[in-house]
Structure formats: C-alpha cells, structure tokens
C-alpha cells in the first residue's frame, strides 16, 4: 500500500531531551515536507526536501533540524525540545516538486513536550 | 505572499442536505488549488485539486469544486452530506515558483448532525 509513515504516533518527552521523528516514503517520491498544526494557526511548513541531499527551510524552521540521504526518508529531529514545540506533526511527499501534484500525509506524530 | 481564507471556522448541516465551503485565495496569478479532508486521528487526504483547464473539478467522495477566478475563490461542494464527511477540511494554494511549498488555510471543521 502507498503510504506516508510516521513514527512514533504519540510522543511525551522532557525540554531539551533530543528527539528524532522519522518519516518514510514507499511511494519512491521525490519530494518531502513536514508540517506541523496547531490550533487557530492551521498547517504552518517546517522543512522541506526537493529530493536527495537537498533541504530547505519552510515557514517556521527555528528549533528543527531535517536530512535527506535516502529518497525515501525524512527525518525531523529536535536537538533541544522546548514547550513551544508541543504540537502535532505531519510528514508529506509529492511525487515532485510541482505543486500541482498535491501531496499524501502521514497520520501524524503528537508531540509533547514538558 | 500568497494567503488562503477559509471564512468559515465551523459549519453544521444535516445529514443529506447539500453542504459548500468556502476558501478565496490572495494571489497575482492562477495558482494551483486543493481541498483536503482530515478525518479525526488521521493525516489530511487530497480530495481535488485544480490547476488549469475545467474550473469545476470532480473529486472523490462524491465531492466537487469550482475555482472562478473573478472571485479568487475555489469552493467545495458535494450535493448530499452523509455522517461520514464529518471532519476537517482545509484549502490549500500551491505556487509554481515556491519549490513545491503549498499555503494551507485554516480549515472549516464540519459536524452532520442525523
């Protein structure tokens, strides 16, 4: 089945505990995303990769870090977790980067941070 | 930059009655246009998308969307409601020139009361 999957689905970790989301495409997509959601503020883009080796910053990058070695994952990683990085978290891919092939999400990664 | 409005931050209809959605984009040319349904607990799947030719587009689930460019909208429609199509539904704008970064709004959360 195509699929966007993301691990772990909930997560509850301590500020400034390091911490790696992974995110992995078996649809042999060339370009990945992650979002993240919050309340009253919608889908806000985090990081983006246009494919191997090459990522960009979204829209709210502070506090993440992302790589891209193998096409098909995406990892986020959080070196120093603060509260403020309490949300819920969503990896995506496109076939490419053109926008007008939409894109398929995963189902999510609640992030707690205390 | 480029901005999506969902004017509608919650919308309740009964269950057969026909539902639209509104969502009005803020940008100089056409951009490309989604809708995508979040069920609860679930990622966002892509239901249309429109990008040039017919402005009504057919999507799954029985549902549809126009885009009229002399409005900047692009509303989402589908003729009879089931309990099912409660959920969250955001409209998205994709931009040719941004490396495949797509604008979310808001989202229109939907309650079908029986």
């Known amino acids: 089945e195509a699929q966007v999957t993301q691990n772990p689905r909930y997560l509850i970790t301590v500020t400034g505990k390091k911490l790696t989301v992974t995110c992995s495409q078996n649809m042999n997509h060339e370009y990945m995303s992650w979002y993240r959601q919050d309340p009253g503020l919608g889908l806000r883009q985090i990081y983006y990769?246009?494919?191997?080796?090459?990522?960009d910053k979204g829209d709210v990058p502070e506090g993440y870090k992302v790589s891209r070695k193998e096409k098909r994952n995406f990892p986020l990683i959080l070196e120093s977790p603060s509260p403020n990085q309490t949300s819920l978290y969503f990896c995506?891919?496109?076939?490419?980067?053109?926008?007008?092939?939409?894109?398929?999400f995963g189902s999510g990664t609640r992030l707690t941070v205390v | 930059a480029q901005s999506v409005t969902q004017p509608d931050i919650h919308i309740t209809v009964s269950e057969g009655a026909s539902l639209e959605l509104r969502c009005n984009y803020s940008y100089g040319a056409t951009p490309y246009l989604f809708w995508y349904v979040q069920s609860p607990g679930q990622g966002l799947q892509l239901l249309l998308k429109y990008f040039s030719g017919d402005t009504l587009v057919q999507g799954i689930k029985g549902f549809e969307a126009e885009f009229k460019r002399s409005q900047s909208s692009f509303n989402l429609r589908k003729p009879s409601v089931h309990w099912s199509d409660a959920a969250e539904y955001f409209c998205a704008v994709g931009l040719n020139t941004n490396a495949g970064k797509s604008t979310f709004g808001d989202g229109t959360t939907l309650t079908v009361k029986p």
């Open positions: 990769s246009m494919n191997v080796e090459v990522t």
């Open positions: 995506a891919s496109s076939l490419k980067g053109n926008p007008n092939y939409g894109y398929t």
